[in-house]
């Protein structure tokens, strides 16, 4: 890992990001024992409006809480898209959901993933609501950033009581849209 790992999950209230956002730190500092910091913002609707998560993790201890140069950029809105992608460093992995985002992200980024995620929750699990799931799950295969295992202790200790088969499957399906929708990217880390 790098001495700063930055992520932002960025789309609309009620698609999961907090959550995400916060599953992802919680297996990093609490399972992997790396130091990680989790911010977010939204608007005042508790759905439709404009959402961020931010995590941020390091060998050391976080100086400052918030991402400022990401490395790994979701997009989960055609807003999102509009907002974060001209300040993505042109070495970021930007994922964008290609059910919800029609910007067309410039080749100038390497690294990105165009991935139905919406549309995987829907046809994989039943549940459009699991696609965060799925995007963390595809962040981590992608990165590297967190163990597997750390990520779904994380996970089960976050969902509610009953839906851990359905989030364990998520999980799995952001890990094979990995290797389906962002071969490029393993391919460049030798994976």
Same mark, same amino acid.
């Given at each position: *890992?790098?001495?700063? #790992?930055?992520?932002? @999950?960025?789309?609309?209230?009620?698609?999961?990001?907090?959550?995400?956002?916060?599953?992802?730190?919680?297996?990093?500092?609490?399972?992997?024992? $790396?130091?990680?910091?989790?911010?977010?913002?939204?608007?005042?609707?508790?759905?439709?409006?404009?959402?961020?998560?931010?995590?941020?993790?390091?060998?050391? !201890?976080?100086?400052?809480?918030?991402?400022?140069?990401?490395?790994?950029?979701?997009? #989960?809105? =055609?807003?999102?898209?509009?907002?974060?992608?001209? *300040?993505?460093?042109?070495?970021? +992995?930007? +994922?964008?959901?290609?059910?919800?985002?029609?910007? !067309? +992200?410039?080749?100038?980024?390497?690294?990105?993933?165009?991935?139905?995620?919406?549309?995987?929750?829907?046809?994989?699990?039943?549940?459009? #609501?699991?696609?965060?799931?799925?995007?963390?799950?595809?962040?981590?295969?992608?990165?590297? $950033?967190?163990? =597997?295992?750390? @990520?779904?202790?994380?996970? *089960? !200790?976050?969902?509610?009581?009953? %839906? =851990?088969? *359905?989030?364990?499957?998520?999980?799995?399906?952001?890990?094979?849209?990995?290797? %389906?929708?962002?071969?490029?990217?393993?391919?460049?880390?030798?994976?």
């Amino acid at each position: *890992m790098a001495e700063r #790992f930055e992520i932002r @999950l960025a789309g609309s209230g009620g698609q999961g990001l907090v959550l995400g956002g916060l599953i992802m730190s919680e297996a990093a500092a609490i399972f992997d024992g $790396i130091y990680a910091t989790q911010t977010q913002s939204y608007g005042p609707e508790s759905r439709g409006g404009a959402s961020k998560s931010e995590v941020v993790l390091s060998k050391e !201890e976080v100086d400052y809480p918030k991402a400022t140069n990401p490395d790994v950029v979701l997009l #989960f809105t =055609e807003a999102a898209a509009e907002k974060y992608l001209p *300040m993505c460093k042109e070495d970021a +992995i930007v +994922i964008a959901d290609a059910d919800l985002v029609k910007t !067309e +992200i410039p080749d100038k980024y390497k690294k990105k993933v165009i991935v139905p995620l919406t549309k995987i929750a829907k046809e994989g699990v039943g549940r459009e #609501f699991v696609a965060n799931i799925i995007a963390i799950g595809l962040i981590r295969e992608l990165t590297g $950033i967190v163990t =597997e295992a750390s @990520l779904e202790k994380a996970l *089960m !200790e976050r969902v509610p009581k009953g %839906t =851990e088969e *359905m989030n364990r499957k998520a999980l799995a399906l952001g890990k094979e849209a990995a290797h %389906t929708y962002g071969k490029h990217v393993l391919d460049m880390k030798g994976k």
